[in-house]
């Protein structure tokens, strides 16, 4: 992989921080959805929290090939910190707000993000709504100098947590994406209550949350982007975040293969090291062929975007390719640890959990590959 001499810097410096501020808390932590919030506090300060945003809004300035290579570095050690630090405040909330906000509301918000002084929630998803956001069922309606909400979000990561929620609304309900608006809301809104999703699969040091808006008035100043904005909104937004989900899942198959690799150099079967074995060898060839044709598929996503042109069809490419490839990566790194890959106390059995999250968020796999098709064919199959 070429680096620059800068995104090399960032790399190095996101891998320490992983190994030396996360890793040693992982397991004890692992379902603590507090975890998060505190790094969250420590990435700040270690100036690795603001991603590719404008320095005047406290941003860190970086370029998007340095943003992936922070979630590659952080999502190898804990996919749920990434999920709520990086993926959730910077690419879903972060961009929604610098891309389409006012002034105003860029220098009202997006520094205390950046500082983790406030914590982010990204609301599009609902009971009854996923791969079809436009169809959603939460309606917003204005009444003088504000809007009322009412309807509920599903799937929220950060949602019980956060201080701020953009939360995708119908302002006219049947007019699909011309209806759909963005709002930024207080987390402490009167109407608005909110419950943690237990007994998620993985993922669990992440918090996901159902919201429930009751009459929920919104001030009309945290309207984001024009009424009928909100799916482009949402849409620019979810682009970022597949591009650090694509880094993450790498981050969980470079994991899986350090794992195996050095697993097999110790374990003895058959009077040898496993690693001798003609098929480890197939497993852990598989797994860092995965690895590097991920990495690179995520870097062009990032160079892509970089280079402000067309991105869409690099990223959804990375994201379904890198996810798929870190479910694969972390099942065959349970194989090949035999029993002990079962247990808790090595790494690769909670890869696998989390690396099925990922390929569900920010659009399934088969929504990334239904959009690829529309980039290629011209031509919607849904
Ligand atoms: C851990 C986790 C965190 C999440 N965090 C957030 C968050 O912060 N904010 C948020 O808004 N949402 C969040 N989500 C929700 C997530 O984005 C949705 O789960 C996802 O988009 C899929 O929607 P759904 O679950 O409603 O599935 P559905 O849309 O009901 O899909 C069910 C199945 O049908 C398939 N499918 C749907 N349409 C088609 C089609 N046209 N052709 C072929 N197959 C199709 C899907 O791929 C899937 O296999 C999160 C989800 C998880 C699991």
Redesign the pocket.
């Known amino acids: 992989m070429q680096l620059t001499e800068a995104q090399r810097i960032v790399y190095d410096t996101a891998k320490r921080f992983a190994a030396k501020e996360i890793k040693p808390h992982v397991r004890e932590r692992r379902d603590d959805p507090q975890f998060p919030i505190d790094i969250m506090r420590k990435l700040a300060d270690s100036g690795l929290l603001g991603g590719t945003f404008p320095e005047e809004y406290g941003g860190g300035g970086i370029d998007n090939v340095s943003y992936v290579l922070i979630c590659e570095a952080i999502g190898a050690v804990s996919p749920s910190v990434f ?1 709520a630090a990086l993926t ?1 405040q910077l690419s879903l909330v972060g961009t929604a707000i610098e891309r389409f906000g006012t002034d105003d509301q860029k220098q009202t918000f997006l520094p205390e993000l950046f500082a983790a002084k406030r914590v982010g ?5 609902e009971p009854n ?4 956001p436009a169809a959603g069922e939460l309606t917003a309606r204005k009444n003088g100098d504000h809007w009322t909400l009412n309807g509920s ?1 599903f ?4 949602g019980s947590l956060a201080d701020w929620i953009v939360v995708f609304a119908q302002t006219e309900p049947g007019k699909r994406h011309k209806g759909m608006a963005t709002f930024l809301v207080d987390g402490d809104s009167a109407g608005l209550e909110r419950q943690p999703i237990p007994d ?1 699969l993985g ?1 669990n040091a ?1 918090d ?1 949350a159902a919201l429930f808006f009751d009459n929920v008035e919104v001030p009309s100043d945290r309207l984001i982007g024009d009424v009928g904005a909100g799916f482009e909104i949402a849409q620019t937004s979810l682009e970022s975040g597949r591009t650090s989900t694509a880094a993450c899942a790498v981050g969980i198959i470079q994991a899986c293969l350090d794992a195996c690799i050095t697993y097999a150099q110790q374990r003895e079967q058959w009077g040898k090291p496993i690693a001798a074995h003609q098929l480890i060898q197939e497993m852990v060839a598989e797994m860092a062929t995965d690895c590097e044709a991920a990495r690179l598929l995520t870097i062009e996503a990032a160079r892509a975007r970089d280079e402000g042109g067309p991105a869409t069809k690099n990223v959804v490419m990375a994201k379904h390719f890198a996810t798929e490839a870190a479910v694969r990566a972390a099942r065959n790194a349970i194989s090949l640890h035999g029993g002990v890959g079962y247990l808790g106390e090595y790494p690769v059995e909670g890869l696998l959990r989390d690396a099925i ?1 990922l390929s ?8 990334q590959k ?1 959009i690829l098709g529309r980039e290629l064919l011209g031509v919607s ?2």
């Open positions: 999920t959730v929630a990204f609301a599009l998803s709504v996923g791969s079809d979000k799937w929220i990561s950060n998620k993922l992440s996901t999250g569900l968020y920010e659009g399934t796999t088969q929504i239904l199959a849904f």
